[in-house]
């Protein structure tokens, strides 16, 4: 730098030059976070597969066997849902459905709901989620058993009025001092099993679309 400079542009300089290095920084890291937490809920999600849907109850291959739907009216969020669908020897087996709900008290739940051929609930997970430790996150498997409650569960077991915490007249429980995390839980695996019912034919059907399709 010119020393013929006037120190106060001198310093702007030295500052933009400062400022800029600590922006493309922060964007690195961000980056590299941003993978990071991608891989770990793919690690998640597979493991989480595992869990809910038997291996031996299927033999196609179920991650290969993928489509994604958007249906807002549904699940009253316009991200994509991904559908594995199960099948053995070709015949429909299950889904496994990951459904984002916007109504936790911190923002987004991600989900994954397994729902056999049959309309009844093979289990539900939590993917992600910004609940409040000691307060809404006991939706995490890890944290209590309650999102154990939901497995062979269907639209018609409990009926309408039993899809919901018991604090307004359901059959889950809600958490001591939290209710507002569990009951997005309820009502985002109710909307599933509602969609499920409706568009059982277009979620075993639907041919699985190359990366490029999907966008
Ligand atoms: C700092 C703070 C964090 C909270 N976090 C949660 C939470 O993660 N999940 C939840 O259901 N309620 C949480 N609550 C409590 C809710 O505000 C609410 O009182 C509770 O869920 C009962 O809701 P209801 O009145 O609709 O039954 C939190 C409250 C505070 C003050």
Not at 90 to 102: C, E, H, L, S, Y
Not at 136 to 144: A, F, H, L, V
Not at 161 to 183: E, L
Request: net charge neutral; no cysteine; glycine share 6%.
């Amino acid at each position: 730098m010119s020393p013929a400079l006037p120190p106060v542009i001198r310093s702007s300089f030295l500052l933009g030059i400062i400022a800029l290095l600590g922006t493309a920084l922060l964007a690195a890291v961000n980056a590299l976070t941003h993978e990071r937490i991608i891989e770990q809920e793919k690690h998640r999600v597979l493991q989480q597969l595992n869990e809910i849907v038997p291996t031996t109850s299927f033999n196609n291959d179920l991650l290969a066997d993928k489509i994604e739907i958007r249906d807002e009216t549904f699940f009253r969020h316009p991200a994509a849902v991904t559908v594995y669908r199960a099948r053995m020897d070709g015949q429909a087996v299950a889904v496994m459905m990951i459904v984002n709900t916007p109504d936790g008290y911190n923002g987004n739940i991600r989900l994954l709901a397994g729902i056999n051929a049959a309309g009844t609930v093979l289990g539900v997970r939590v993917v992600s989620h910004r609940e409040t430790p000691g307060l809404g996150d006991p939706i995490e498997i890890e944290k209590s058993d309650w999102i154990r409650r939901f497995t062979n569960k269907s639209l018609h077991d409990p009926g309408p009025n039993g899809w919901a915490v018991k604090k307004d007249g359901g059959q889950f429980d809600q958490f001591t001092g939290a209710t507002i995390s569990p009951r997005a839980v309820v009502k985002a695996v109710h909307n599933t099993l509602l969609y499920f019912e409706a568009n059982q034919q277009l979620l075993f059907n639907k041919p699985t679309q190359s990366p490029k399709q999907n966008e």
